[in-house]
């Protein structure tokens, strides 16, 4: 019971999930406990409203299944977990590590597995310590978005974005792969306000998302096909004179030779390509002709598949031969970088350009594992990552675990990952830690207050690092100088930069206190069309990317996909869930996995709507419900990536291990082209 006598106190927070909005709400606390989470009035971006998976953050926090105790398991997965407390899990890890140090002088049979379960700067505590201890072993490489981000630096020289209140200001909205309705869902507003004020939405994806159904033009296309699409619509668009020859002279280079390789592009060609309707074409190319300013959103979606890069760059391309850059409401949108600036993410910038670190690719290390390192693995650190849910092959990367002797993830809940490790350590939540947190969409930035103690036992990811470093480091052959001793406050001050200075307009940690800080003015990319290319110029031609051994041109390039099987299976991200989070809540309506498929592939199968269905290819194969639906084209299928508890759904064990085309230069690694996935579906009887 409340205890109606005691004060209610307010609390600021700011949500650290790996998600565009970066919202900033205020939790209601009263004896002690979470009993309301609002939006935040004053943030110009969110407007006081937060998504689903955000008003269930009480139920979250509380949930019967969320960790409350360090466990340990001799047996991966075996289930038999015993409850430890933390002096002895601090004491196994500990024991490890020493060994490890004695036997190999040397820390690299110790890996880090991390990605982005929370995206606040105190979480890169655990890039700090493994850099502190010396040479570590790093799986690296972005599941995300690295084939983008290189594809948008051989264009512009940097990955920088216009802020997407532009997006009002536009006239034509060009949505390539992305589903912000249920993705970016602040940004929903913005468009809402340009389309008020007449402009176009036209939205192409290969599914008929949330997004498709506010959009003014819909374009079903095929996967892998916008480059075919990009290159056309430029072809066109010059000869029919409307291309900015003004900005093609003045701020790029190797325009002619780009649009001489277009010359021979076929409309019958790109039509097949696309499986676009001759009348789509026409209407696109004429809005794209007729209407500006043009702003293009790439999203991170479109990216995953073996030809990912080059696609962007095609539509960077196409932005770029008709002016749309650096314009009011014009540009192209993919994300920026310019608010990683704090101290230690340098530790996670620098993981793979760090020579003396032992690197993975993500790729090979899921192909390959570790049995031919030498020195071998011994140890590894899972944390913020749930790979046994969000990377392809689930099943290899158990068979890699299995074979490393002491896995330790740190999460909230028991998720697979947690359940195939030997240690388990439960981690507070943004409630109550200290933290900050900023966007890579908008550039505001907050700060997280502790609003209430952590749950049961649960410990920051900063505190285990502490915890573990005050134990082991003056044991070490090289003491490591990871701040043992500093309070959150005194951490995060610390990683308080010059550049975040430049960022965020205040020269202090502190200065971000109680407030929100988000840029009063609002940027326009590339205003001053000077770009961080080598040339100075945006670079149709990049030499860059030709020594990179790839096309210097922005000419499409098909897929390499395995095509074995007949549906394509794309698995974008569900509008109630946060990649592997909040599935178990049941937010959604349909609150269970399921498969899209159009009508005429289930008829074809004697598939009904509500059918369970098998669905396979030669990675594996489970069962999950049917949603019969014209949403999906005939050859292609969807299901929603992510953890579906009890439900036996793993995306990902379907999920060949595939290369985007880029993505080493930013991430270390190629990324992985998740899309390019073919599937056979049948019915259950
Ligand atoms: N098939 C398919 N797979 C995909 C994708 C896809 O589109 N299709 N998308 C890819 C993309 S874009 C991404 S970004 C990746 C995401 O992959 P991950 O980063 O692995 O996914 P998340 O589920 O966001 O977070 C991982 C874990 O972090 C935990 N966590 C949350 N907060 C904390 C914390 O404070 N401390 C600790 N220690 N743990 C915490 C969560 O409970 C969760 O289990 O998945 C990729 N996988
Ligand atoms: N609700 C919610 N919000 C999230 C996330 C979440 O899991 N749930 N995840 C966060 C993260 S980590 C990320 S990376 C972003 C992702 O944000 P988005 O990029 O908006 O989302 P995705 O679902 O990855 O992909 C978007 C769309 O790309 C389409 N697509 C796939 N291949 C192609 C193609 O070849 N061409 C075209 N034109 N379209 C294609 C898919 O059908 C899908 O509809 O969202 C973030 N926000
Ligand atoms: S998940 Fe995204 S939309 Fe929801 S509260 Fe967090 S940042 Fe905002
Ligand atoms: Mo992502």
């Known amino acids: 019971m409340l205890n109606p006598h005691k004060k209610t106190t307010q609390k600021r927070h700011v949500c650290p999930r790996n998600c565009y909005s970066t919202c900033t709400m205020i939790s209601h606390v009263k004896n002690g406990k979470l009993y309301q989470v609002t939006g935040d009035k004053e943030n110009p971006y969110t407007n006081g409203t937060l998504c689903a998976k955000a008003y269930s953050y009480i139920k979250r926090n509380y949930h019967p299944k969320r960790l409350k105790y360090p466990y340990y398991q001799e047996v991966k997965g075996s289930g038999n977990f015993k409850r430890i407390s933390w002096k002895t899990a601090i004491e196994l890890i500990e024991n490890r590590l020493i060994k490890i140090d004695q036997t190999y002088q040397s820390f690299l049979p110790v890996a880090l597995y991390k990605y982005t379960g929370n995206l606040g700067v105190k979480h890169y505590a655990s890039e700090e310590f493994f850099s502190s201890i010396g040479p570590t072993t790093r799986i690296v490489g972005s599941p995300c978005s690295s084939a983008g981000f290189d594809a948008t630096v051989y264009d512009f020289g940097r990955s920088v974005s216009s802020d997407p209140d532009q997006l009002a200001k536009a006239k034509v909205i060009v949505i390539w792969g992305g589903n912000p309705a249920a993705t970016s869902i602040h940004s929903i507003p913005l468009i809402q306000q340009a389309q008020v004020r007449g402009a176009c939405l036209i939205v192409i994806d290969p599914i008929f998302t949330q997004t498709a159904e506010i959009a003014d033009i819909y374009i079903q296309i095929k996967p892998g096909s916008d480059g075919a699409l990009a290159n056309f619509l430029t072809k066109t668009v010059i000869e029919k004179g409307f291309a900015d020859q003004s900005f093609i002279d003045q701020y790029t280079i190797g325009f002619k030779r780009f649009s001489e390789k277009l010359d021979k592009l076929s409309r019958v060609d790109v039509l097949q390509e696309t499986g676009m309707e001759d009348k789509a074409l026409e209407v696109l190319t004429e809005k794209l002709m007729t209407s500006e300013p043009v702003f293009h959103w790439i999203g991170l979606g479109l990216q995953r598949h073996t030809n990912g890069g080059q696609m962007v760059r095609t539509i960077n391309a196409l932005a770029a031969s008709t002016g749309m850059i650096g314009k009011e409401g014009a540009g192209v949108h993919y994300a920026h970088s310019d608010t990683w600036v704090f101290k230690n993410q340098q530790a996670f910038f620098n993981e793979h350009e760090d020579k003396s670190n032992r690197v993975l690719e993500m790729t090979k290390w899921i192909k390959d594992g570790p ?34 002797p002491f896995v330790v993830t740190v999460d909230q809940f028991m998720t697979p990952t947690a359940r195939w490790s030997n240690l388990i350590l439960p981690a507070t939540t943004h409630f109550e830690e200290e933290d900050i947190a900023a966007s890579y969409w ?244």
């Open 442 to 685: 908008h550039r505001g930035l907050a700060l997280n207050e502790k609003a209430i103690e952590p749950y049961f036992e649960s410990q920051s990811d900063l505190r285990i690092m502490q915890l573990i470093a005050t134990k082991v480091d003056d044991r070490f052959s090289h003491p490591s100088d990871f701040p043992v001793h500093d309070s959150n406050e005194d951490y995060l001050r610390k990683q308080w930069t010059e550049a975040a200075t430049n960022a965020f307009g205040i020269p202090r940690f502190d200065d971000a206190k109680g407030r929100l800080i988000f840029p009063a003015v609002s940027k326009i990319a590339w205003r001053n069309k000077k770009f961080d290319t080598p040339s100075g110029k945006y670079e149709f031609y990049s030499e860059r990317a030709k020594n990179d051994g790839y096309n210097p041109l922005p000419i499409n390039q098909a897929t390499n996909a395995e095509e074995n099987y007949p549906l394509q299976l794309l698995t974008p991200h569900d509008p109630y869930a946060l990649n592997s989070q909040f599935h178990f809540l049941g937010l959604g309506k349909d609150g269970e996995a399921f498969i899209a498929i159009h009508e005429k592939t289930a008829l074809d199968r004697g598939i009904e709507d509500g059918d369970m269905v098998k669905v396979f290819n030669d990675y594996g194969a489970f069962t999950l419900k049917a949603q019969v639906t014209y949403r999906v084209a005939h050859d292609v299928v969807m299901i929603y990536t992510g953890w579906y508890p009890n439900q036996g759904v793993n995306v990902n064990e379907l999920v060949p291990v595939l290369e985007t085309d880029m993505g080493d230069n930013c991430a270390g690694a190629k990324g992985i082209a998740f899309h390019d996935t073919f599937v056979e579906v049948e019915r259950k009887f």
């Open 371 to 404: 049995t031919s390192l030498e020195p071998p693995l011994e140890f590894m650190w899972v944390t913020c990552r749930n790979p046994l849910v969000q990377d392809p092959q689930p099943q290899q990367i158990r068979k890699h675990f299995n074979a490393i």
